[in-house]
């Protein structure tokens, strides 16, 4: 006995192609197993799917609308391997409005990063809250390279391209899931991120652009400050990679 797909998905014999694929997408949301772990809506999730599979293609659901059903009739099997298979896309769709693997590879992060905020705790006394102060603090962090300026080269040397991940900055894989072949991507272990190398690194920052150090500050306390304020000194903080902006 056929299947009935268009119970499965809930909708009329008659509905359109985009009241199809609504169905399709509410259902997703719901029985999806990154969403319900529950086993006995991972099986309804794949019978939702494959039913979303027959209808959106026309010649399977002529079929079914003549009484007769595709997936038994050499039409081929549920639509998990990735070939043909019309609802993946709409899974994405579904879950991250319309984002898919096609939007196209992201840029390289680069190797210039800004620096992290450096946060010293330190007491004062009454008096010193109520009429201000100026304390010398010593904080351990990251200054630019003076060999370097922040470069990472050493000498005239250039970066380059990575060679791993062909300037891209990160790395793609297909794994094998219930849905097919996933394409999932990573940072580039070779470069970080960077999309570029150091073939010939400054001899002391190894090609960071900074080093540790603990330099001396001395941010102003401001008359009246209270308990747990802070109090900013610009660009004091750690030197980002590559000499970036400090925090």
């Not at 992290?116 to 010398?136: F, N, P, Q």
């Amino acid at each position: 006995m056929a299947r009935d797909y268009y119970g499965l998905l809930g909708v009329a014999k008659n509905a359109t192609d985009q009241e199809i694929k609504r169905a399709y997408r509410k259902l997703a949301r719901e029985l999806h197993p990154d969403v319900n772990p529950d086993e006995a809506a991972q099986a309804k999730f794949k019978e939702v799917s494959t039913a979303y599979e027959v209808l959106s293609d026309p010649e399977k659901r002529r079929i079914v609308d003549m009484g007769g059903d595709p997936l038994e009739s050499g039409g081929g099997g549920a639509g998990f391997n990735g070939a043909g298979f019309g609802g993946l896309g709409d899974v994405f769709e579904a879950f991250f409005g319309g984002m898919s693997g096609t939007t196209g590879a992201r840029k390289p992060r680069g190797r210039v990063q800004p620096g992290a905020d450096s946060l010293i705790r330190t007491r004062l006394s009454l008096a010193e809250c109520a009429v201000g102060v100026t304390k010398h603090l010593t904080v351990d962090t990251a200054i630019l390279c003076d060999i370097c300026q922040g470069s990472g080269t050493n000498g005239n040397s250039k970066p380059v391209r990575c060679e791993t991940c062909g300037g891209a900055g990160e790395v793609q894989s297909v794994q094998r899931s219930f849905l097919g072949q996933v394409l999932t991507s990573r940072p580039c272990p070779t470069c970080r991120g960077a999309g570029e190398t150091i073939p010939d690194p400054c001899h002391k920052c190894g090609g960071d652009g900074r080093v540790r150090a603990r330099p001396g500050i001395a941010p102003p306390h401001t008359a009246g400050v209270a308990n747990g304020r802070r109090v900013g000194a610009a660009a004091q903080g750690e030197v980002g990679p590559g000499g970036g902006h400090a925090g």
